[in-house]
């Protein structure tokens, strides 16, 4: 088995989070795969500009997930770990990278992001970001 690390953007604005519909009809965070001399931090940041046209910042990281499928190209079970940060966009503005196979995507409510969302760690991460996320504005308004 391939074993890849990856990082990933949970991402919010205000009080919606932004979710991606990939080319499987699945609707997910944008994430991927760390390579090269770039931290799993840069990697987040980069692939939600890339995927989202979103400029974001981290806030923290907020937890890993794992998943497996077969690559049929490489001919091999591929297991990607991904770590997720917490981050907040600078704005509502968006552009979907189509060219990157997403076929739709956008911001949205935190209890219908998470009724869409595919995979069901994916709905507890969005959960858990938020309430870490809401924990995060609350020091802020307090400081």
């Known amino acids: 088995m391939l074993f890849r690390k990856c990082a990933g953007g949970v991402v919010f604005h205000g009080e919606n989070v932004f979710l991606l519909r990939n080319e499987k009809g699945e ?9 090269g001399q770039m931290s799993k931090r840069e990697v987040a940041v980069d692939r939600v500009r890339s995927e989202t046209g979103v400029n974001a910042q981290v806030l923290e990281a907020v937890g890993e997930t794992n998943y497996e499928f077969y690559s049929v190209t490489r001919r091999a079970s591929v297991c990607n770990r991904v770590m997720w940060y917490t981050m907040r966009a600078e704005s509502e503005a968006f552009r979907i990278a189509f060219e990157q196979g997403f076929t739709d995507g956008g911001w949205l409510p935190i209890g ?4 869409k969302i595919t995979y069901t760690q994916d709905k507890s991460l969005v959960r858990l970001a938020h309430e870490k996320y809401k924990a ?4 802020e308004n307090v400081g």
């Open 27 to 35: 609707w997910v965070l944008p994430k991927g795969v760390v390579r």
């Open 112 to 115: 219908e992001a998470v009724e």
């Open 136 to 139: 995060q504005l609350a020091e």
